[in-house]
T-cell receptor, first 114, second 108 residues
Framework: KAGVTQTPRYLIKTRGQQVTLSCSPI?????VSWYQQTPGQGLQFLFE???????NKGNFPGRFSGRQFSNSRSEMNVSTLELGDSALYLC?????????????FGPGTRLTVL | SQQGEEDPQALSIQEGENATMNCSYK?????LQWYRQNSGRGLVHLIL?????REKHSGRLRVTLDTSKKSSSLLITASRAADTASYFC????????FGKGTTLSVSS
């Protein structure tokens, strides 16, 4: 079974631009979560989607948004990029919603904002 | 905000030695998970321990949980160079809440 895939793997943008990251979960998994990882703040939860609905959202500004499609693939969008948005963005999928399920992580998208 | 705090922040050992990492957390949990991350890549799930369990084994990994002390430990026995990675504990809330991690370096 293929693992979680994320595209692109690397991205360089400039301040003020917007970016869209994509995540394809493991086949059959219906829950997708997004995390931001930075050296200073560590791993922080962005949001979770299940059956095309956002179940939970972390403490991030409205510039961060996401969605999930009927095939469970998910995208996250960051608008008006700031230098502090430079991070590794990780997507994780699980069979069902909720944190009691094992989450399978993708390799991440490394975003650099100049 | 971090719920779990791993200790130590960094650990260097020789191949064949055991490595022990600790995690302390603040609020009640239903379960606690340990993940491994190799050098800025995705996380790999290692083990999940539920609040009613005290100890769990998986291969060379042994995890303990003490809910009265709000702490957990991860023991890796007979370490190998391939175990070099960052290790995170994660507790459950509305989402997984990760600690800052322990960086383990195993030299041959």
């Amino acid at each position: 079974k293929a693992g979680v895939t994320q595209t692109p793997r690397y991205l360089i943008k400039t301040r003020g631009q917007q970016v869209t990251l994509s995540c394809s979960p493991i086949s059959g998994h219906r829950s997708v979560s997004w995390y931001q990882q930075t050296p200073g703040q560590g791993l922080q939860f962005l949001f979770e989607y299940f059956s095309e609905t956002q179940r939970n959202k972390g403490n991030f500004p409205g510039r961060f948004s996401g969605r999930q499609f009927s095939n469970s693939r998910s995208e996250m969008n960051v608008s008006t990029l700031e230098l502090g948005d430079s991070a590794l963005y990780l997507c994780a999928s699980s069979l069902d919603a909720g944190v009691g399920n094992e989450q399978f992580f993708g390799p991440g998208t490394r975003l650099t904002v100049l | 905000s971090q719920q779990g705090e791993e200790d130590p922040q960094a650990l260097s050992i020789q191949e064949g030695e055991n490595a022990t990492m600790n995690c302390s957390y603040k609020t009640s949990i239903n379960n606690l998970q340990w993940y491994r991350q190799n050098s800025g890549r995705g996380l790999v799930h290692l083990i999940l321990i539920r609040s009613n369990e005290r100890e769990k084994h998986s291969g060379r990994l042994r995890v303990t949980l003490d809910t009265s002390k709000k702490s957990s430990s991860l023991l890796i026995t007979a370490s190998r160079a391939a175990d070099t990675a960052s290790y995170f504990c994660a507790t459950d809330g509305t989402a997984l809440i990760f600690g800052k991690g322990t960086t383990l370096s195993v030299s041959s």
